[in-house]
């Protein structure tokens, strides 16, 4: 017995003196911070420990080198071998978020990751929004390769992608948007994008290309908002408050409550601007609102609400004149007459998700928009009232489809809007210094517009490599309009129908090996007109107008490197329009449409990111996206000019954005950002270009934990650190009245700062 105990003894003690304790810390690769109850396996002895609250922890091993697997919730998993134990060893966890191919993209009907979808989305994260000035949300887009951003002043904002909706006047069309599942492109395709507040984001997926097999009119795409949300077992109050050129200064509270059921998140805040123009003045007050709350079954009822109210002046677009000597100027009509938008705007919905099986579920929304609008202008005064319904259901089904695994999903969306707009005589002319004054009616109109979608998709795994996606759309659009005015000889009431529109979509995915796949897509979108533009000279509807069709090809690769710290994608693709709609200015508030050709929509598409840490506590994260456009007229004849052959006007050749993101310690941060934009044509004939410009950005960020639950965030930033001038806006084929140049142009804005101080604190 006493033999024995001495054995025992004699190995235990050897064997503590041979087996060493390795101790390391697991980090996040892109806060620093450390990675609670992360699991550390040693895979000689298969023993596993968790680290503790600062990440740290230890393990026994015999020999070295030895290999070592650490993983957890929402990372990605990584194995790293070591070589000795002289000192502590630090681990960097990349975040699942970071990994842009393993991201779940969740605007597509069935939910995937991005590189298994076979189409070009691009995603506009929290941290993205954060390299941006809170008061323009618009910026954030600059990282979009396809997709560019003419903005004259905040309320002026008009995106196009692959320069579908470049032809447009003053708005954004062909586009549809979404926020949280609920529209806020209205029924004739128009979107605003302004009243959005970033801070209340949590971030933005964009679908690039046709996209009709998904959600109906959207010849260009679609973009999806997502709301912030509380994190869990976590109760904050933050606010901030930013300040910067031209008497801008921004005001905001937000407060958010959640537990592993519910979550509660609620923002306000408050946009005022003088603004760099003359008549320029913004102000603009938004409050948000989002709550879930998900049962033990995993059933999830949540509910968004998001109100505005803007009034913004309008110095509208100059001559080349004007831009050149006196770009702060504001165009002498409208300044005149001090012309302005002002409006209360609303977004109510409510979803539910309902699991019937781990299988089988449906998510349903009802939704409710409204908007009351006052536009003095200097050749009249525009009220409107628009009211907005509808309601979106999908079932979601995962199964065995010929003995593959597939997932099916099918649903339907109803949407009905009432509109209502008039328009006034405006005195400003008869009451000097005054500004717009409303005088007698010259318009009353009422519209009904409706539609609804019938889609359906079948995601088909052929093997563990390939991945075949189909899907379709059926589109039902109709419209009435009621002309309650009686004091003219025109009546414009009548119901125009368009006939049904079948949308079909096919795509494939090839995993050439891990991490970096090949894709190649056909679908097939629409536009259809708006009321304004079905209605002749006469004023009564066109019902020979057509919507406008067209067809994408598309193939693409995605592709992860360098242990995943690299992400590339690239895309080329071809868009054959059809039936281009083309609205023809007869007088200065009043278009005509008609459908005037093809177009050809051809591009390269480049995307890339890169992370590393240059030091333990430095992280680098490199970016650039590019996009080379070939859009170009293959027929159009419009009054009697032949323009086949001719560039797209109202969209550049090319555009550049390469940025650096720089953190220290998670505590401070700097971005910087330099967009290059080409030369631009301004009308169908290319008889006049804008010139090509660079704008680099700058921003510094700092956070300071005062104590552990209280933190203060300094931040600022120099945007068009060169002074460059330079149009930020083009309106295309503008036309002179009164024998006045025509005014293409709207200036962007010189060199400009802004800061921000804002105040966290955890309960």
Not at 71 to 100: C, H, M
Not at 422 to 437: A, P, W
Request: glycine content about 8%; proline content about 3%; charged content about 20%.
């Amino acid at each position: 017995m006493k033999k024995k105990l001495f054995v025992l003894i004699f190995f235990l003690f050897f064997g503590i003196i041979y087996s060493q304790t390795l101790e390391g810390k697991i980090l996040n690769a892109t806060t620093l911070q450390p990675v609670e109850n992360s699991s550390i396996s040693n895979l000689a002895s298969e023993i596993i420990v968790v680290s503790n609250r600062k990440g740290e922890f230890r393990i026994i091993t015999d020999t070295f080198p030895v290999n070592i697997e650490i993983s957890a919730d929402g990372y990605i998993s990584q194995l790293v071998k070591l070589n000795n134990f002289d000192q502590k060893t630090e681990i960097y966890l990349i975040p699942t978020s970071e990994v842009l191919s393993e991201v779940i993209i969740r605007s597509t009907i069935i939910p995937a990751k991005l590189q298994k979808i076979p189409a070009s989305v691009s995603l506009i994260s929290s941290e993205d929004l954060k390299r941006i000035d809170a008061s323009n949300l618009a910026l954030g887009f600059n990282n979009v390769p396809g997709v560019y951003v003419n903005q004259g002043a905040l309320n002026t904002t008009k995106l196009n992608i692959r320069g579908i909706g470049a032809r447009s006047q003053y708005s954004t069309n062909r586009i549809q948007a979404y926020f949280n599942g609920i529209p806020l492109t209205t029924a004739e395709g128009e979107l605003t994008l302004d009243d959005i507040d970033s801070e209340s984001l949590s971030g933005i997926e964009v679908i690039k290309g046709p996209t009709s097999s998904l959600y109906g009119a959207g010849l260009g795409g679609v973009i999806n908002l997502f709301s912030a949300e509380a994190d869990i077992d976590k109760t904050e109050v933050s606010v901030n408050s930013l300040f910067g050129s031209f008497g801008m200064h921004k005001q905001t509270v937000s407060a958010s409550h959640g537990t592993s059921a519910t979550s509660l998140f609620a923002n306000y805040s408050e946009l005022q601007s003088d603004g760099y123009r003359d008549n320029g003045e913004y102000n603009r007050k938004s409050a948000l609102i989002h709550a879930s709350l998900k049962s033990e079954k995993g059933n999830t009822l949540s509910f968004l609400a998001n109100l505005t109210k803007l009034k913004a002046f309008i110095p509208s677009s100059l001559n080349a004149e004007d831009f050149i000597e006196k770009p702060s100027s504001a165009a002498s009509n409208w300044e005149e007459s001090k012309g302005f938008e002002s409006y209360d705007r609303g977004l109510l919905g409510v979803s539910y998700q309902h699991n019937f099986s781990s299988h089988f579920s449906n998510t349903s929304t009802i939704y409710l928009n409204f908007r009351n609008a006052y536009e003095p202008r200097p050749f009249d005064i525009l009220k409107e009232d628009q009211v907005a319904a509808g309601a979106r259901t999908k079932f979601n089904l995962e199964t065995a489809y010929f003995q593959l695994p597939s997932k099916i999903s099918f649903g339907a969306q109803f949407h009905r809007e009432w509109y209502t707009s008039g328009t006034f005589e405006n005195l400003y002319k008869d009451f000097e210094n005054r500004g717009s004054v409303l005088g007698e009616s010259l318009s009353n109109n009422e519209q009904d517009r409706n539609y609804a979608n019938f889609f359906g998709q079948v995601n088909l795994e052929i093997s563990e490599k390939i991945n075949i996606e189909t899907g379709f759309n059926l589109n039902s659009t109709r419209y009435r309009l009621t002309d309650l005015f009686v004091q003219d000889e025109t009546d414009q009431s009548g119901n125009y129908r368009f006939k049904t529109i079948f949308s079909p979509r096919l795509g494939i995915t090839y995993e050439v090996i891990n991490g970096k796949s090949f894709y190649s897509t056909i679908s097939h979108g629409f536009s259809t007109p708006t009321v304004a533009e079905t209605l002749t000279p006469e004023g009564q509807i066109n019902t020979n107008l057509k919507p406008e069709t067209g067809i994408n090809y598309e193939v693409g690769f995605k592709g992860n490197w360098l242990e995943n710290t690299l992400f590339t994608e690239v895309a080329l693709y071809s868009i054959q329009i059809d039936n281009l709609l083309v609205a023809q200015r007869i007088a200065e508030d009043q278009y005509v449409g008609i459908n005037a050709g093809k177009t050809n929509h051809n591009g390269i598409e480049i995307f890339t990111s890169y992370r590393f840490n240059l030091f333990s506590k430095i992280l680098l994260k490199p970016y650039a996206n590019a996009a080379l456009n070939f859009f170009e007229f293959e027929e159009f004849l419009n009054r009697d000019l032949d323009f086949s052959g001719n560039k797209l006007p109202g969209v550049p050749r090319s555009t550049i954005n390469l940025g650096l993101d720089i953190k220290f310690d998670n505590n401070l941060s700097f971005y910087t950002n330099l967009l290059a934009v080409g030369k631009i044509p301004l009308n169908d004939a290319n008889s006049i270009f804008t010139d090509n410009y660079k704008v680099l950005n700058l921003k510094a960020s700092y956070d300071w934990k005062l104590f552990k639950d209280f933190e203060i965030q300094f931040s600022g930033g120099l945007n068009n650190v060169f002074d460059e001038k330079y149009a930020a806006s083009v309106l295309p084929n503008a036309v002179g009245f009164g024998g006045t140049a025509p005014r293409y142009y709207y200036p962007g804005n010189p060199r400009n700062y802004f800061g921000e101080i804002g105040l966290n604190y955890v309960f």
